[in-house]
């Protein structure tokens, strides 16, 4: 950034800075920030922080007690499932899983829905808009439903389970996509800029893209937060990752066999998939209000 | 030396027949209008008059159904199907829009905004791109530190002179535009207009614009036309409509500024 | 004895920046029977004098006044109910864009009825009240110059054109019978042929009911063509306040100056196409505002002596407020 010799005291931040400053005002959206970063350090970080192996099966210590119960053991911080395998082992590689995965299907889903919205928003004709409306239509649907759907087809398997999600979070990208591009057609910048010469793509590109993003970051964090949910469970239904993988709808699907005797192999795998959808919702909520803001400063 | 000639420039609007109901038709022309060089040249008349409409037209942001325009030697028709028709216009006829904050994109800084059309027509590199953008913002009255400014920092006579900025950063014959000063306060109106007065001096540019403020219209016009439902109704040199109206509609606009002004006051 | 009397009133908010002060102590005063013009740019805090005697300002703001009266009451020491009360009867308001201050879901006629006060209909059953409102809505329609009433009357605000618009505006700000109409920039964006109808309509009705109108406005040929007196405001400032023909032949402070100068039709002598005399410079905003007279960067006559704010000096009911106002010689 230049210096300016106008107002010394005078600072006008870009449109992205004020956003993480509105942003940075909400002490909570902060706090599922926190969460959020603490879960995707997690997530990369996963063979590094763990002391276990995710799958090793330890014969002599089944089921033993997380650390802060008098029978437990620091060197198990969060126990032992029913195989003798590491909770909190288990735990984060299952973090690393979920919303690994839910990240990938997410930017799959936005990379498709995106390119298909805008062909619907910036074209013309009829048959678009049927096409359009058939897409709505799906979003009627419960993704999950759909979910199960596609892989009643294609079969069982984590790899068959992300692609039925990407293919049911699809029609919200290009839904909302669709209709952004054809309200932001209708702008005098974009007439502006058709009469310079701007072919279509140039006017996407250059034009309606850096409007884009806001939308985009709302509709996103929607979908991630969607997609860990039908991930996990799509797991827990034994439909979408198997055993021994641990995902964490498994090993909640793996610990509710044994919920009366060892309660904190239910309890860990559902606070760690509550704390991840809270966070991201928080998040989301958070850059929605601050973008909201901004429009209307 | 005339820079630019319309002749028979129409167009049709009509909305397509839907079940029980007439289609509309809205008629403009054809209108025929010469311009010379460095001439201003205003359009008045009640709303709904097809004023807007024949900016749009001239400047080629709506396709007409018919006519010829003619500017600075180039001839072409005004009705475009096609993207290749599109770009046989020429960019010699550029516009101002009546809102200024809506013809910039609120997430592009202004530096971009001005660098779209030298992007997109001429040849220059990026290197070569800037300092025109600089002089352009300096000729103006912004600052060259302008360059990096978004639409919610400039104040709206500052929007204005952007849009100005824009529309002769490539050096265009003739500048169409459309009340660029109904949404101004008075004192930044008499800066944008100082402001068009020297620019139409430096680089010759001739001037069309639509406006309600007639006390404007008288001082800075040299010819005025009247619309009025699509079609010209009388056009002339600015002081003879002001003083010998013709038409009806003329009477009646005349009369209604000049009840306004100082020695015939109503009370 | 002036019907609305406003001296002082001074406008503050806390900000990151410190207090600001939107409005300076600012002169107001309206007599029965005058036009009064509110004359000031964008920023300058025209609306916000209007919230500030409707009493709708936001609660951010500090009002304090030395003195704000209407009829002799104290505005600032009403409780709610009787400022309501004032605002409902006694003064009415019109406001800029009609299609925006009108109910699109409901018939103009239907708003109209609405806003009739009761203490107009009387009758003791419900059907001849509701005639009762029938007849009041037509007379008062017809007296701003609406002719094709039941037309006009069974349409909604989308389907009729901006002129009848305002007129209807300015109906339903008369059904309730006001001493004072407060209109906010009632022309603003019109052609000249509606404004002059508008204008025109607002002096008939002070000339036969003695209506008395606060008109706000930057438009200054509307405005030099009938008012009585105007104020002139700047950036929260008055600088001027007078008799319409005194400040016109002779404006005393060089902001009314470049403002009377910013319309070419006031002067006979500009030759065609020749620069208009401006201000340099442009509005400050709410976070820069000079110290002293706020004008004081861009006025060509500005001294050191400008960094205080000028007292209020006057010159047979003119007032002003400068250090070197134009009918001084510049020192």
């Known amino acids: 950034m230049p210096q300016f010799s106008l107002y010394d005291e005078e600072f006008h931040p870009s449109p992205w800075q004020r956003t993480w400053a509105s942003f940075k005002a909400s002490h909570i959206s902060m706090l599922g920030l926190i969460m959020l970063a603490l879960f995707v350090v997690c997530a990369v970080f996963a063979p590094l922080i763990t002391p276990y192996d995710a799958v090793e099966q330890n014969i002599d210590g089944l089921l033993i007690p997380p650390s802060w119960v008098t029978n437990g053991s620091i060197s198990h911080l969060f126990g032992t499932d029913a195989l003798g395998r590491d909770l909190f082992t288990r735990i984060i590689y299952g973090c690393r899983i979920t919303l690994g995965s839910a990240f990938i299907t997410v930017v799959l889903a936005m990379l498709v829905g995106v390119s298909l919205g805008t062909f619907a928003g910036m074209l013309r004709g009829v048959r678009s808009s049927i096409a359009n409306h058939l897409l709505d239509a799906l979003m009627a649907i419960p993704t999950l439903l759909i979910a199960i759907i596609i892989v009643a087809i294609l079969g069982t398997g984590l790899v068959n389970s992300m692609w039925a999600i990407t293919l049911a979070l699809i029609p919200q990208f290009v839904h909302h996509t669709r209709s952004f591009v054809r309200a932001e057609m209708k702008k005098e910048y974009i007439v502006a800029s058709k009469l310079d010469g701007a072919s279509k793509w140039q006017l996407f590109v250059h034009s309606i893209l850096p409007n884009m993003t806001e939308m985009l970051v709302v509709q996103s964090t929607l979908a991630l937060s969607i997609a860990v949910i039908d991930i996990s469970a799509l797991g827990f239904l034994n439909l979408g990752a198997q055993s021994p993988l641990p995902e964490l709808g498994v090993i909640l699907a793996d610990g509710l066999d044994v919920a009366y005797l060892a309660p904190w192999n239910v309890a860990v795998p559902g606070m760690a998939i509550f704390f991840m959808v809270l966070s991201i919702n928080i998040v989301g909520d958070g850059l929605r209000s601050a973008l909201r803001k901004r429009v209307s400063h | ?267 | 004895m002036p019907m609305l009397d406003i001296k002082n009133l001074t406008l503050e908010m806390q900000s990151s920046e410190g207090a600001i002060k939107a409005l300076d102590k600012v002169n107001l005063s309206v007599s029965s029977g005058e036009i009064r013009a509110l004359v000031g740019e964008s920023g300058s805090g025209k609306s916000l004098i209007v919230s500030a005697i409707c009493g709708a300002l936001p609660n951010q703001w500090n009002l304090t006044a030395d003195r704000m009266s209407w009829n002799g009451e104290n505005l600032l020491g009403m409780s709610v109910q009787q400022r309501r009360e004032v605002m409902r009867r006694e003064i009415a308001v019109v406001f800029q864009d009609p299609q925006a201050s009108l109910d699109p879901s409901a018939t103009l006629g239907e708003q109209l009825e609405e806003s009739i006060p009761d203490e107009f209909v009387q009758g003791s059953w419900f059907w001849q009240r509701a005639q009762q409102r029938k007849k009041i809505a037509i007379s008062t329609v017809h007296k701003v110059g609406i002719k094709h009433h039941k037309h006009y009357l069974s349409a909604f605000p989308h389907q009729i054109p901006a002129d009848i618009g305002q007129k209807f505006m300015i109906a339903m700000a008369l059904v309730s019978q006001p001493k004072l109409l407060i209109a906010d920039d009632p022309t603003r964006g019109m052609e000249p042929t509606t404004k002059t109808q508008i204008l025109k309509l607002f002096t008939r009705l002070n000339q036969t009911r003695s209506l008395s109108i606060l008109f706000v406005s930057h438009d200054l040929l509307a405005i030099a063509s009938m008012s009585h007196s105007m104020t002139v405001l700047y950036a929260g400032q008055t600088v001027e306040s007078g008799k319409m023909k005194h400040i016109k032949k002779r404006p005393l402070h060089p902001y009314t100056k470049a403002l009377l100068d910013s319309a070419p039709s006031f002067r006979k002598d500009l030759p065609p196409k020749s620069l208009l005399p401006t201000l340099s410079g442009s509005i400050p905003t709410l976070q820069h505002l000079p110290i002293g007279c706020r004008l004081g960067p861009r006025c060509p006559r500005a001294q050191r002596a400008c960094v205080q704010t000028p007292a209020v000096r006057k010159i047979h009911d003119h007032s002003y407020s400068c250090h070197y106002p134009l009918h001084m010689e510049k020192l």
């Open chain 2, 1 to 267: 030396m005339d820079i630019m000639q319309v002749k028979d420039l129409t167009f049709i609007h009509n909305e397509k027949k839907r079940w029980l109901k007439r289609p509309e038709i809205f008629q403009l022309g054809p209108v025929n209008l010469n311009v010379k060089r460095g001439e201003t040249i205003a359009i008045i008349g009640e709303n709904r008059s097809g004023k807007s409409l024949l900016a749009k037209l001239l400047v080629g942001a709506l396709p007409a159904d018919a006519g010829e325009i003619e500017i600075n030697t180039h001839k072409y028709l005004a009705k475009y199907q096609s993207k290749d028709g599109q770009q046989k216009r020429t960019h010699d006829i550029r516009m101002i829009l009546q809102h200024s904050a809506e013809s910039m994109n609120p997430s592009v800084p202004v530096g971009k905004i001005l660098d779209e059309p030298l992007r997109l027509n001429t040849g220059l590199p990026q290197a070569e791109r800037k300092p025109i953008i600089e002089d352009m913002l300096v000729k103006v009255g912004l600052l060259r530190e302008h360059y990096y400014f978004y639409r919610h920092m400039l104040s709206d006579g500052q929007q204005q002179r952007v849009a100005l900025a824009r529309a002769i950063v490539l050096k265009p014959k003739v500048l169409v535009a459309d009340e660029p000063f109904a949404a101004l306060d008075p004192s930044i109106r008499s800066q944008t207009v100082n402001l068009i007065l020297q620019l139409q001096q430096e680089l010759g540019l001739a001037f069309v614009f639509i406006s309600h403020n007639l006390g404007i219209v008288r001082h800075i016009a040299d010819r005025v036309i009247v619309m009025e439902g699509g079609e010209i109704v009388e056009e002339g040199k600015t002081e003879t409509i002001f003083r010998w109206p013709q038409h009806t509609r003329t009477k009646k606009l005349i009369t209604a500024y000049q009840s306004l002004v100082p020695q015939n006051t109503i009370r």
